[in-house]
């Protein structure tokens, strides 16, 4: 879609990467499956919203995980004349997020993801793209998942009814392969736009 992809849990690791002070803050958070304060967050978005090649628009990934940070959107679009052309809830059972998280492998070089099972490189522990060895996340272990399934209910899933009755609401199922996925996508995010 031609839109910059904004990933406040990518923007998390690369902070920890670097060593920056909010990376170093975050990441015993992050290990134990938990959710980084709110004010961290709107504070990294804001940010990255405030870079130009934001300006005519951006996908969001893992954000917002809170009443707190939706609100919190809202109230920063609004303040630049813009607003949210779709949210989508993508469902699936805690069974098959289990099996999708607990395959995934990232490449420690250029980011790409692999999946054991549903989208394995040509050579084991290998990125197909650049060579890089490929890593599981620490938060990807199945005990943690658990765990980030909680917070989700907790925490995360009460944004449904605070979205729900919007036009640019959509559901999508989460089931099948990767392709029939993004379809669904596409036509949900071209139905609401
Ligand atoms: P993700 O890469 O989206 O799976 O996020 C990995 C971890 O980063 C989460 O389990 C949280 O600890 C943290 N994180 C990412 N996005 C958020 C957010 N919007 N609010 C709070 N914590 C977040």
């Known amino acids: 879609m031609d839109l910059p992809h ?9 902070s920890i990467q670097s ?11 992050m290990e134990s499956g938990a959710l980084v304060g709110d004010e961290i967050i709107i504070g990294i978005v804001g940010e990255r919203l405030s870079l130009p090649d934001a300006a005519a ?23 630049h004349g813009d607003e949210i052309g779709a949210v989508l809830h993508l469902d699936l059972d805690d069974e098959g997020i289990v099996e ?3 395959g995934r492998r990232v490449c420690s070089k250029c980011g790409a993801i692999y999946h054991i099972r549903y ?21 990807d272990q199945p005990a943690i998942i658990r765990k980030r ?7 995360t899933a009460p944004l449904i009814a605070y979205y729900h009755e919007r036009p640019t609401y959509r559901l999508v199922s ?4 990767a392709d029939e996925v993004f379809s669904r996508i596409v036509k949900a995010v071209g139905a609401a736009g």
């Open 6 to 14: 904004v990933s406040t849990g990518d923007m998390l690791r690369a």
């Open 19 to 29: 060593g920056r002070e909010i990376g170093l803050r975050a990441a015993a958070v």
């Open 57 to 79: 628009g951006v996908v969001f990934d893992g954000f917002p995980r809170t009443i707190h940070q939706a609100h919190a959107l809202d109230t920063l679009l609004a303040a």
């Open 100 to 102: 999708r998280l607990s």
């Open 119 to 139: 989208h394995a490189p040509a050579a084991y522990g290998v990125c197909d793209l650049c060579g890089g060895a490929l890593l599981q996340r620490d938060d």
């Open 149 to 155: 399934l909680a917070v989700y209910q907790a925490e």
């Open 174 to 177: 989460g089931e099948g392969e």
